[in-house]
């Protein structure tokens, strides 16, 4: 039949992807993965594959060797991955920062937090007959996602005695291919490869996991709510969401579908995405009698990240709406005021519905309206000893990483951020209200904290103003800026003339602050370390020519046209004007316009020329060869 039907072994793995899990005593089972390869040998013995036919792949068990080219070797923190170039398993280096952060963060808290926690040191004392020197076990982890199982793998060889059992999980069975061939090559003993559906896994083995990866590709929404079960009460859940265009507000009725709150597409929405994806995160635990404590939070490049310790406890998850809050943002003037869903009273368990709003029906400041958005996680989205114990571990066993400097910077903006406010102003918005020359970041941060608030920047962006101090003031240091420094009165209608004409209370002082001085030895906000740095394809989709790389997108038909670089083909303006006295020494021509006319068609016609010689060059070639 094989040989009637041509079929080649990867279109037989195509058609046999068996996905059906056997739940035994609460643990997975991959029972008919042994007749999956059975079937795929002796295939491979009654219809050998072609030698010369192109994108075929040999499928053995754990291996995988292509007729093209062979896997390509990626090297990343201590491991090391072969990687096919025929994009059949996800692989973003972009990716980097996100796997070290995930590496520091589970060292941290296998160190710091998981080594004692009275629970778990407890339980293993029962186990070695009540030994006071019992020390706590590995973490057991679970990456839900594996693809090529490069984050296993990394665990596995980088933190040491502190990794238990890893279960590194794909529904794809060319990923499990992949990981099982990677898990090998870096002989790796603590590792299990499994193919299940990651949901179904994670729910039938709920207080399973110390740890708890979620890296998928897009929203991560649908796994959250078989996360939070999966992770022991005190461990670790990590949690990327790369669908940032939903999360920042360009798709407003994606968002709200997915993560249950209304974006707003301010100048703050990626730490507003940050914040939507935790309250995303707490609301899906709260339904089971969980509640999140946020250890460590950021935005990086095209992708949220959170890292959320999950606890059991039903007095907790009813204080939960005291830490969402909804967003009013002023139509006109950018000024953003919170609404807390809920007040709770210290001391006790009452929590009392949230009384507002907190702002009247148009702004005080420039009398527009407002938008409404959220409900948003209001609360700290970092633990300041958690950053510094992961600035130690950087500082010393962590040298090794290929991104450290940059983690460096952002672990520093991260413990410099008040921790107590929410979202931000954006100085070069605020100056393009009110049409005026934007201040230094120095002077600005000097005004408030000369009138007795706290100011520090946001981790997501360069130029952000993160204050206590309320919108009036904010507008009070503007108003002074901008007139001191000749901006013009605009039209009373309008919100930069409302602005300007409005009397300021404060009495502004740009004396340079000493606090407001940063410290210049520390990378806050590098650039792309090369161009075209985001988001790569999805797997099988294209086929890149590199690993990880994205120049997989079909060739022009037509060739593009170059532009015209000779500037002396354009009239110069100013000549005509008898401005311009540079004469031949000008990059434009001192010509009568009719003649750089004729000179421009004379260029552009020689270009269609020659694009139409290489066109008819091509087809000539296609058709000898055809």
Same mark, same amino acid.
């Given at each position: 039949?094989?040989?009637?039907?041509?079929?080649?072994?990867?279109?037989?793995?195509?058609?046999?992807?068996?996905?059906?899990?056997?739940?035994?005593?609460?643990?997975?089972?991959?029972?008919?993965?042994?007749?999956?390869?059975?079937?795929?040998?002796?295939?491979?013995?009654?219809?050998?594959?072609?030698?010369?036919?192109?994108?075929?792949?040999?499928?053995?068990?754990?291996?995988?060797?292509?007729?093209?080219?062979?896997?390509?070797?990626?090297?990343?923190?201590?491991?090391?991955?072969?990687?096919?170039?025929?994009?059949?398993?996800?692989?973003?280096?972009?990716?980097?920062?996100?796997?070290?952060?995930?590496?520091?963060?589970?060292?941290?808290?296998?160190?710091?937090?998981?080594?004692?926690?009275?629970?778990?040191?407890?339980?293993?004392?029962?186990?070695?007959?009540?030994?006071?020197?019992?020390?706590?076990?590995?973490?057991?982890?679970?990456?839900?996602?594996?693809?090529?199982?490069?984050?296993?793998?990394?665990?596995?060889?980088?933190?040491?005695?502190?990794?238990?059992?890893?279960?590194?999980?794909?529904?794809?069975?060319?990923?499990?291919?992949?990981?099982?061939?990677?898990?090998?090559?870096?002989?790796?003993?603590?590792?299990?490869?499994?193919?299940?559906?990651?949901?179904?896994?994670?729910?039938?083995?709920?207080?399973?996991?110390?740890?708890?990866?979620?890296?998928?590709?897009?929203?991560?929404?649908?796994?959250?709510?078989?996360?939070?079960?999966?992770?022991?009460?005190?461990?670790?859940?990590?949690?990327?969401?790369?669908?940032?265009?939903?999360?920042?507000?360009?798709?407003?009725?994606?968002?709200?579908?997915?993560?249950?709150?209304?974006?707003?597409?301010?100048?703050?929405?990626?730490?507003?995405?940050?914040?939507?994806?935790?309250?995303?995160?707490?609301?899906?635990?709260?339904?089971?009698?969980?509640?999140?404590?946020?250890?460590?939070?950021?935005?990086?490049?095209?992708?949220?990240?959170?890292?959320?310790?999950?606890?059991?406890?039903?007095?907790?998850?009813?204080?939960?709406?005291?830490?969402?809050s909804y967003v009013y943002d002023c139509v006109g003037c950018h000024a953003f005021h919170l609404q807390?869903?809920?007040?709770?009273t210290p001391g006790t368990q009452q929590v009392a519905p949230g009384r507002g709003p907190p702002v009247?029906?148009?702004?005080?400041?420039?009398?527009?309206?407002?938008?409404?958005?959220?409900?948003?996680?209001?609360?700290?989205?970092?633990?300041?000893?958690?950053?510094?114990?992961?600035?130690?571990?950087?500082?010393?066993?962590?040298?090794?990483?290929?991104?450290?400097?940059?983690?460096?910077?952002?672990?520093?903006?991260?413990?410099?951020?008040?921790?107590?406010?929410?979202?931000?102003?954006?100085?070069?918005?605020?100056?393009?209200?009110?049409?005026?020359?934007?201040?230094?970041?120095?002077?600005?941060?000097?005004?408030?904290l000369n009138a007795g608030y706290r100011v520090s920047l946001s981790h997501v962006c360069p130029k952000?103003?993160?204050?206590?101090?309320?919108?009036?003031?904010?507008?009070?240091?503007?108003?002074?800026? &901008?007139?001191?420094?000749?901006? /013009?009165?605009?039209? +009373?209608?309008?919100?930069? !003339?409302?602005?300007? %004409? =409005?009397? *300021?209370?404060?009495?502004?002082?740009?004396?340079?602050?000493?606090?407001?001085?940063?410290?210049?030895?520390?990378?806050?906000?590098?650039?792309?370390?090369?161009?075209?740095?985001?988001?790569? &394809?999805?797997?099988?989709?294209? /086929?890149?020519?590199? +690993?990880?790389?994205?120049? !997989?997108?079909?060739? %022009? =038909?037509? *060739?593009?046209?170059?532009?015209?670089?000779?500037?002396?083909?354009?009239?110069?303006?100013?000549?005509?004007?008898?401005?311009?006295?540079?004469?031949?020494?000008?990059?434009?021509?001192?010509?009568?316009?009719?003649?750089?006319?004729?000179?421009?068609?004379?260029?552009?016609?020689?270009?269609?020329?020659?694009?139409?010689?290489?066109?008819?060059?091509?087809?000539?070639?296609?058709?000898?060869?055809?």
């Open positions: 039949m094989c040989s009637d039907m041509q079929l080649t072994h990867y279109q037989v793995m195509k058609s046999l992807r068996l996905n059906i899990v056997f739940i035994q005593g609460g643990h997975t089972v991959n029972s008919l993965m042994d007749l999956f390869w059975k079937i795929l040998e002796f295939l491979r013995k009654i219809h050998p594959p072609e030698e010369d036919s192109p994108n075929t792949s040999i499928c053995s068990r754990g291996t995988m060797t292509e007729s093209e080219s062979g896997p390509v070797k990626i090297s990343e923190g201590k491991a090391e991955i072969l990687f096919t170039t025929q994009n059949e398993v996800f692989y973003n280096k972009v990716q980097e920062l996100n796997r070290d952060f995930t590496v520091t963060a589970l060292t941290t808290f296998g160190k710091h937090v998981h080594a004692n926690d009275r629970k778990i040191l407890k339980r293993a004392r029962q186990l070695n007959d009540n030994d006071n020197n019992t020390k706590a076990p590995g973490l057991k982890v679970l990456e839900a996602l594996g693809a090529t199982g490069l984050r296993s793998v990394r665990f596995s060889k980088e933190l040491g005695s502190l990794a238990g059992r890893i279960t590194c999980n794909d529904v794809s069975p060319e990923a499990v291919i992949a990981m099982k061939r990677n898990i090998a090559h870096n002989e790796c003993q603590n590792i299990t490869a499994s193919t299940a559906d990651a949901c179904v896994l994670m729910c039938t083995n709920k207080n399973e996991f110390d740890v708890v990866d979620l890296d998928p590709y897009g929203t991560p929404a649908m796994f959250l709510d078989t996360a939070v079960q999966a992770v022991r009460s005190g461990g670790l859940l990590c949690v990327t969401a790369t669908d940032l265009a939903v999360l920042a507000g360009n798709h407003i009725q994606a968002c709200y579908g997915k993560y249950g709150g209304m974006p707003l597409k301010r100048v703050y929405c990626h730490e507003f995405a940050l914040r939507l994806l935790l309250s995303c995160v707490d609301s899906h635990a709260n339904r089971h009698g969980r509640y999140i404590k946020p250890l460590f939070s950021y935005k990086a490049d095209f992708y949220v990240r959170v890292f959320v310790q999950v606890f059991q406890s039903l007095g907790e998850v009813q204080k939960t709406s005291s830490r969402r807390k869903v809920g007040v709770h009247s029906p148009n702004c005080e400041e420039c009398g527009r309206n407002f938008y409404i958005g959220g409900p948003i996680w209001s609360d700290p989205i970092h633990d300041t000893e958690f950053l510094g114990q992961m600035k130690e571990h950087l500082a010393g066993e962590g040298k090794y990483l290929g991104t450290i400097k940059r983690m460096t910077g952002m672990l520093t903006l991260a413990e410099e951020e008040l921790p107590d406010i929410p979202l931000f102003y954006e100085l070069s918005t605020l100056s393009k209200t009110i049409h005026c020359t934007c201040p230094p970041l120095a002077i600005f941060r000097s005004a408030i952000s103003i993160k204050t206590n101090a309320p919108p009036s003031v904010v507008w009070d240091v503007m108003r002074r800026w &901008a007139l001191d420094n000749g901006a /013009k009165l605009r039209e +009373p209608d309008t919100v930069a !003339g409302i602005l300007l %004409r =409005k009397q *300021p209370t404060l009495a502004v002082d740009f004396s340079l602050h000493p606090l407001a001085k940063q410290d210049p030895d520390v990378l806050r906000f590098p650039p792309n370390p090369e161009p075209h740095w985001g988001p790569k &394809a999805r797997a099988g989709k294209r /086929k890149p020519d590199s +690993p990880g790389g994205d120049s !997989g997108a079909k060739a %022009r =038909k037509t *060739p593009k046209k170059e532009p015209l670089h000779d500037l002396k083909l354009f009239s110069c303006k100013r000549f005509e004007m008898n401005q311009c006295d540079l004469g031949d020494s000008c990059r434009y021509s001192h010509n009568t316009k009719e003649n750089n006319l004729e000179n421009a068609n004379t260029e552009a016609e020689l270009n269609n020329s020659m694009v139409s010689s290489e066109i008819l060059g091509e087809s000539v070639t296609s058709d000898t060869a055809s």
